[in-house]
């Protein structure tokens, strides 16, 4: 039997490597997008004839009950929300809207039209913010530090609710940072692995960021999708921290990604106040014990080739866009 997945966010960083994963794995695979004046469809262009791409919002019941009900699917992906946390500071109602109130749409629209349909939840480790321990577990209680983890503690407590009270398969995966060449820019390592390529090849002066000091446990996102997957594939459905059990600061990611160009960050690097948090995450670091045991779940990409990934995936890309520039005006 072909299985049918239903992803929503399938334009996002996650979605793009999560729908791949499904597709090698012979899924037919749905996406949910929302409608614009344009298409904003390029991380899933190589995709496109292999997805079927439906219009639905998170901010209406209605298209979600529809679409969902079209496409029958057997498993359901919730990955769409407002995911950049200094957005939220200023859209916190909104913010609301998507990432947390938008879950339970989905949990309502699964409970209306079929209750046996598997859901994912993408939890994420912002729920820790001012961390009352650490590593952090599935046990360790949430201090939410942005409007945007303040959503995603709501989105966690309804999906184990709707599990708990109607009987849903539902997981929680409360992931850490994770990272790749598909991260949008305005997060901190893709910021840091575009600037350094286009520092080097000289199309770029400055880098401009916030706090050097704040502490992530990154990841590679093409590892965390199969995190993602195998937690619809077990018997019972549970919650669990996807991480590597590692940190290191947003300085030893810029150190890391200047020298793999051959530069001296510190010549390059200035603090600009505008990118400090009105409240920041000063460190995160996952402990995924439950994962590798009951998922069978490890990372294969380690900090130091996240990086390097990252930044010759940026060099390779703004050298063609160079060229281009180039061809362009000969
Ligand atoms: P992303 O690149 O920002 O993608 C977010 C996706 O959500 C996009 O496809 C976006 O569509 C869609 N979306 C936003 N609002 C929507 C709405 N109202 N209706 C329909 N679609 C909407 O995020 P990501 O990094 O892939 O993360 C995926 C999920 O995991 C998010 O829920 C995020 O909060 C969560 N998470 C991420 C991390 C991480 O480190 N990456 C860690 C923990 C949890 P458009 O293309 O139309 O904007
Ligand atoms: O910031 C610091 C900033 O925006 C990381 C989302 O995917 O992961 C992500 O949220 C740290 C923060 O990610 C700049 O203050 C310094 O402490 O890359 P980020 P995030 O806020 O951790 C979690 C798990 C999610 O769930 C979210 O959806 O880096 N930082 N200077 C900076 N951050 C940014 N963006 N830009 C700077 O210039």
């Known amino acids: 039997m072909t299985k049918r997945a239903l992803i929503t966010g399938i334009t996002g ?8 994963f499904l597709l090698e794995k012979d899924y037919e695979v749905h996406g949910m997008v929302r409608r614009a004046s344009t298409e904003n469809f390029e991380r899933i262009a190589d995709l496109r004839d292999r997805v079927q791409l439906h219009q639905a919002d998170l901010l209406d019941q209605l298209s979600l009950v529809r679409l969902i009900d079209r496409v029958r699917p057997h498993e359901l992906y919730n990955l769409a929300a407002m995911s950049f946390v200094p957005t939220s500071f200023e859209q916190p ?9 938008g879950v339970t749409r989905v949990l309502e629209a699964i409970r209306q039209v079929d209750p046996k349909i598997r859901f994912y939840q993408a939890s994420s480790s912002e729920m820790f913010g001012s961390v009352r321990e650490e590593p952090q577990t599935e046990n360790t209680p949430f201090y939410p530090r942005s409007p945007y983890g303040v959503a995603k503690v709501y989105g966690h407590w309804i999906t184990v609710n709707y599990r708990e009270g109607f009987d849903i398969f539902a997981c929680s995966g409360i992931l850490f940072n994770h990272e790749s060449p598909l991260r949008g820019k305005e997060f901190v390592t893709r910021k ?14 400055k880098l401009y960021l916030g706090n050097l000091d704040a502490q992530r446990d990154w990841g590679f996102a093409g590892d965390y999708v199969r995190a993602m997957w195998l937690m619809l594939q077990q018997d019972k ?3 669990y921290v996807v991480a590597t059990g590692e940190k290191h600061s947003v300085r030893q990611f810029v150190e890391l990604a200047f020298q793999h160009v051959g530069l001296d960050w510190k010549k390059y690097v200035e603090i600009d106040p505008a990118f400090y948090r009105p409240a920041d995450v000063h460190t995160l670091c996952g402990d995924a014990s439950r994962a590798h045991r009951e998922l069978g ?3 294969e990409v380690t900090f130091p080739e996240l990086v390097r990934m990252m930044v010759d995936a940026d060099l390779k890309r703004v050298e063609k866009e160079i060229a281009d520039e180039d061809a362009a005006t000969r």
């Open 237 to 239: 459905p549970d919650d």
């Open 93 to 101: 109602l909104l913010t609301g809207e998507f990432t947390g109130l």
């Open 192 to 205: 840091i692995s575009d600037a350094a390529a286009r520092i080097k090849l000289g199309v770029q002066d």
């Open 297 to 299: 779940w490890k990372p």
């Open 13 to 20: 960083q996650d979605g793009s490597y999560l729908a791949k």
